[in-house]
């Protein structure tokens, strides 16, 4: 088996390169656009997720980079060779779907060996290369076994070894743990990103759920309505959002409406309610009006007034709510505007609903998001 290159070891310059190109990238199903002149590049051994609501044209995209549907516009290169209209079957790149499709009367070595008997691999090589994936995915004593008699995660795994067995260049996967519980879909994300890293391959990964996205990728790419609105590093787009609707999806965030936004380097300052806000970044191009965007997890609740460095605005108490690691404080300021203050359990106080307390944050903190978005 040829050694493929760990991404832990694939260089700066290596992981840089486009391995795929879309080039504005269209399609339609008769009235309805699913793509919108999308473009990205997809780089050689990276993690790249492409993550949006349901009919965002997530999938739609993921299909077209397989050869099952062909666009309505635009071209897909790779490696600088024109790849649009060449069938799924030529591009050999590996597929994870959301249902597994194993064959039922195939074992778990059969369906592993399956795509390489259709590439006429010899059989030495099918049983090394098989062998090998079995005690990569940790499924050594259940070869003889049929799908109808593995779990739930056991048959991810051999859907995983199957698409990995023939060492494709790409391996795309469409929502692949949607059908397990949370403790065994926690499981396969480190099983999918500890194979990542093994095996240096590029992952296209598709998923609809925020913490997954961030937890697994080199890259997230945020679609919605057909069009691609974000693409950067999961810390990226999770602290510099371009647009409100990416702030929003990508966990709860809380809203304050300012007035009288004044630029400062870069930064600014404005007004909420009867206090000064002040944001070290505001990258965002505003108006005289502009939304302060903050992460609950970056609040900060006292009963006495918090330093003067630090934003702070009064709120009153609603309730609260146990997530076990955290508690979640849900407020309100004094013109209505709620708030959500996210605190470990281990440092949160009794509050009683009703109750009045300061919330803070540091300036750093926080980004402005035009207002009326």
Same mark, same amino acid.
């Given at each position: 088996?040829?050694q493929?290159?760990?991404?832990s070891?694939?260089t ?20 309805f ?22 009919g ?15 666009p ?11 790849i ?40 030495s ?28 995660g ?6 995983l ?5 023939? %060492? !494709? ?6 929502? !692949?743990?949607? &059908?397990?519980?949370?403790n065994?879909? &926690? ?51 999770? %602290? ?7 702030? %929003? ?5 809380n ?16 007004r909420?309610?009867?206090r ?5 970044? &505001? ?23 918090? !330093? ?9 108490? %609603? ?10 404080y849900h ?5 209505g ?11 949160a ?25």
């Amino acid at each position: 088996m040829p050694q493929r290159i760990p991404a832990s070891e694939i260089t700066a310059a290596q992981i840089g390169a486009a391995e795929i190109n879309a080039e504005n990238i269209g399609k339609t199903f008769g009235a309805f656009r699913a793509l919108n002149d999308l473009s990205l590049d997809i780089r050689r051994g990276e993690f790249l997720t492409l993550l949006g609501p349901s009919g965002s044209g997530k999938t739609t995209f993921l299909m077209i980079l397989a050869g099952f549907i062909a666009p309505s516009e635009g071209r897909l290169m790779m490696n600088g060779k024109d790849i649009t209209h060449v069938p799924a079957e030529d591009r050999s790149y590996g597929m994870v779907f959301q249902g597994y499709a194993l064959f039922p009367h195939l074992t778990v070595e059969q369906n592993i060996a399956f795509p390489l008997k259709v590439r006429r691999r010899n059989s030495s090589d099918i049983k090394r290369r098989v062998g090998a994936m079995i005690e990569r995915v940790g499924l050594v004593g259940h070869e003889k076994k049929l799908p109808a008699k593995l779990s739930g995660g056991q048959q991810q795994r051999v859907a995983l070894a199957r698409a990995l067995v023939f %060492e !494709p260049s790409v391996l795309l996967l469409d929502e !692949p743990f949607s &059908a397990l519980d949370k403790n065994l879909r &926690a499981l396969m994300q480190e099983e999918v990103k500890r194979l990542h890293q093994e095996t240096g391959t590029t992952f296209v990964f598709v998923t609809h759920d925020q913490s997954e996205a961030l937890a697994l990728s080199s890259r997230v790419a945020i679609f919605n309505h057909g069009e691609l609105l974000q693409i950067g590093g999961p810390q990226d787009v999770y %602290e510099r959002p371009a647009s409100r609707f990416v702030a %929003e999806f990508l966990g709860e965030i809380n809203l304050l409406p300012l007035k009288g936004v004044i630029r400062n380097g870069s930064g600014a300052t404005g007004r909420f309610e009867d206090r000064a806000i002040i944001l070290d970044r &505001a990258t965002q191009k505003i108006g005289d009006e502009a939304v302060a965007a903050i992460r609950p997890e970056h609040m900060h609740l006292t009963e006495t007034p918090p !330093p003067a460095d630090c934003n702070a605005i009064t709120c009153c108490v %609603e309730g609260a709510t146990y997530l076990g690691a955290l508690t979640k404080y849900h407020l309100k300021t004094k013109t209505g505007t709620p708030i959500a203050v996210s605190i470990p359990t281990a440092a949160a106080s009794p509050l009683n609903s009703r109750t009045d307390v300061w919330v803070s944050w540091p300036t750093r903190e926080g980004f402005l998001l035009p207002a009326g978005e």
